[in-house]
Structures are given as structure tokens and as C-alpha cells.
């Protein structure tokens, strides 16, 4: 199988296993030495929180999806740029587009940079 | 069909056009139908729209697009990067973190879809001090 088409399942695997809540599907998707980097603080977090914030972060709201998922694949990685589409335990439902780049080795993700607006927080509080 | 190094090339070519603020160079860059989408605003914008944007003076005295990250698919590019700016008051902020993903069709940009964080804004413009 070609590595872009690899990549391209791979994240597609990474989102539908966030979707569900599988924790183990996205550890699986993870290579050990993964670490994640937000543009929101610019800071690098490692695999084990990652894992814990998408933990505890499902317990906050009653769904999470994955819309809109435009994926682009190379070798040693993939872009993909999606709606995350919050149903929040009142019911109410927000939506956020994002981006993500990611570093893949031998089909799993080394390294994840997420980058979104946190201003569109803001103004849904307000 | 565009090869992968036009494409790294002509996404070199783009940045290094806006850092220069060559907007005839631009010009050249964008396909007649070029659409450019800002996650900040949620709409597309046209081409002419973005050239407008551009040859109006932003309060900055140079742009320098740095620390670019490039990687490239078959018809489009993705590039991470820091924007670092000097105001005209001689300000320094933070840099900018920025993700741009473009689509390429013959040797053109078609679509540019920008990501960045608007809460950094005041900080790198200088405006959280006023």
C-alpha cells in the first residue's frame, strides 16, 4: 500500500476512534514517542497527557465529531482540515473549523499540530 | 501537472512575494479564480479582494515569514510558520503561529485556507499596550 494512502487511513482511523470515545484505537494510532503542539499556548505535549485530555475532555460535552474531513496525504505525514462539531450536555451544538498536520514513521503518528482561533471560544461564551 | 518541487517552489515564491510586498508578483501566483479563506472570518475572500488587502498599509513596518515548514501533495502544499512583524512604532510582539494549506493547478494557486489564533493579535500588534 502506498505510504500516502496509509496515512490517509491512518487518520481517518485517529478521528473516527476520538469520535467514539476508543482510547485504545487512538493510543494505537500513536507511535511512543508521540508528542502534540497547540497553537493556542505553543507549548509540546506528550503522548500520556494527550491521552488523558482527550479522557477527560469526553466527560464535558455529550458528542464530539469529525465533519467535513478534507485530507491531504504525503509521505511521512498528513494535513487534514475539519469541523469539530460539539454537542455540549445541554444540548446546545458548536462548531469549529481546525487544522491539523501530522508526522507519521512506519504508520503511526509522531508528532501532531493542532492549530484553531480561540477567539471563537470567546465569542460563544460571551 | 504541477510537480512537487514547482509546487514547494511556488509556495516559496508566495511568501517571499508577500514578505516583499509584491502584489504584481502575487498577481502572478493566483489563478483567476483563487478563493482565500481566513479560519478568523469563516468566509472565502477573492483574489482581488486579498491583492486590495495586501497594498494597504497594516501598521507594520516589515513582515517576515519565518521557521516555514513546508510539505507538499499532489496538487496543494501545507506550510507551518512563525509571522514575526515591526510596527511602525518599532514594536517586537510574539510571533504568530500559522498553518496555510494551498491548491495548485497548473502552476497556480487556487485556494489558500489560513489557520491562526486571533487572541494573539493584541500582543503582536502592540495593542494590548494602548
Known sequence: MKATTVNRKLCNDFFDAIERNDLDAVADCYAPDMTMWVNLTGTEMPREENLKVLHD??????????????????????VVQYTTTVVALDGT?????????????DGKITKLYEYMDSGKFRRRRA | MTTEYEIRELCERFFDAYENKRADILDELYSDD????????????????????????????????NDRVINVFHDGFVI?????????????????????????????????????????????SGRDRK
Open chain 1, 57 to 78: 475532555g469526553a466527560a464535558l460535552h455529550r458528542r464530539r465529531t469529525y465533519d467535513d474531513r478534507r485530507i491531504n496525504a504525503f509521505d511521512d505525514g498528513f
Open chain 1, 93 to 105: 451544538k458548536v462548531a469549529l473549523s481546525s487544522c491539523l498536520v501530522a508526522d507519521t514513521r
Open chain 2, 34 to 65: 483563487c478563493i482565500v479563506w481566513h479560519n478568523v472570518f469563516g468566509k472565502d475572500t477573492t483574489r482581488e479582494d486579498n491583492l486590495a488587502a495586501m497594498r494597504v498599509d497594516k501598521g507594520q513596518r516589515r513582515r517576515t515569514y
Open chain 2, 80 to 124: 507551518q510558520y512563525s509571522l514575526n512583524g515591526v510596527m511602525h512604532d518599532g514594536h517586537v510582539g510574539p510571533a504568530l503561529w500559522i498553518c496555510i494549506v494551498g491548491k495548485v493547478r497548473a502552476g497556480k494557486i487556487t485556494r489558500i485556507d489560513e489557520y491562526m489564533d486571533s487572541s494573539k493579535f493584541p500582543a503582536w
